[in-house]
């Protein structure tokens, strides 16, 4: 019986505190991960020259994460999360702009279009897109509804768009919570966190598309504590899988083959 089965690759777009700790998250799993951004550096607006100093806590408690220390200079905070990428072995796409983001249903991935600093254009495919740039993004495609923009979509728990499949939103809505002062990262690695147990997921069932019930979508909770809890385990009863149909079409021939 033929049954497909490959590790998911995952592309984060945005190199920032949200985006370097999916990225990290991801690769430390072993998953194959790329990090876009359209700077030189991973930081985020930590990279920038006139960057503001950060807390002194601002570092991440996931032991695997923490490999250097923060000084509170934003310069350090930016170099703790580029550490974190690189000890996963994530690949870092520097200066590299995102432009398009399109979903195969054929073969359950997302086709990822970009240029970099001399002007080529390239298109790759991934099965996870993951957004974390902190702005809108017209450049993504949402499957069969093209007047619909992808950030008019509904969030589940503030992370998983509703109506993409295999697309996570890890800069969504954050919350002003007395917490972050002591942990400044804890929702960003709630949602790193996530998008890893996300990916194990999508391999477990194979090639295809992933997504939450509109039925079932639940908005994220208010506070620091209430996100760790609802992103720490991945909840299969609110989600919908559909075989990517290249792959669903290679089941059947080989059934028959079999029978016969």
């Not at 254009?121 to 992808?150: H, M």
């Not at 760790?228 to 989600?239: Q, Y």
Request: aromatic share 10%.
């Amino acid at each position: 019986m033929f049954d497909p089965y490959r590790r998911p690759t995952v592309a984060v777009i945005g190199a920032g505190p949200a985006g370097a700790t999916a990225a990290a998250e991801c690769s430390f799993s072993g998953f194959d991960t790329t990090l876009f951004d359209m700077r030189s550096q991973i930081g985020g607006h930590l990279t920038a020259p006139d960057a503001e100093p950060v807390s002194k806590h601002f570092r991440y408690r996931t032991p695997y994460l923490k490999v250097t220390k923060v000084d509170g200079s934003a310069a350090s905070a930016a170099r703790h999360l580029a550490a974190a990428v690189n000890a996963g072995g994530a690949q870092f796409r520097a200066n590299t702009t995102v432009t398009k983001a399109a979903f195969n249903e054929g073969e359950g991935q997302w086709e990822v279009t970009f240029s970099g600093a001399d002007g080529t254009t390239d298109t790759e495919r991934f099965d996870i897109l993951i957004r974390a740039t902190g702005e809108a993004s017209p450049w993504i495609e949402v499957p069969g509804r093209p007047n619909i923009a992808a950030d008019d979509l509904y969030l589940h728990y503030g992370a998983e768009v509703v109506g993409l499949p295999n697309a996570l939103f890890v800069d969504g809505p954050f919350p002003t919570d007395r917490a972050l002062k002591r942990h400044p990262l804890a929702v960003f690695e709630a949602r790193g966190d996530y998008a890893r147990r996300y990916a194990r997921q999508l391999e477990i069932r194979g090639p295809g598309a992933l997504s939450v019930k509109r039925d079932k979508w639940l908005v994220q909770p208010g506070a620091v504590r209430g996100i760790r809890s609802k992103l720490s385990e991945f909840d299969p009863a609110v989600h919908t899988f559909q075989r990517a149909s290249n792959y669903a079409d290679e089941a059947r021939k080989s059934a028959r083959t079999h029978v016969g």
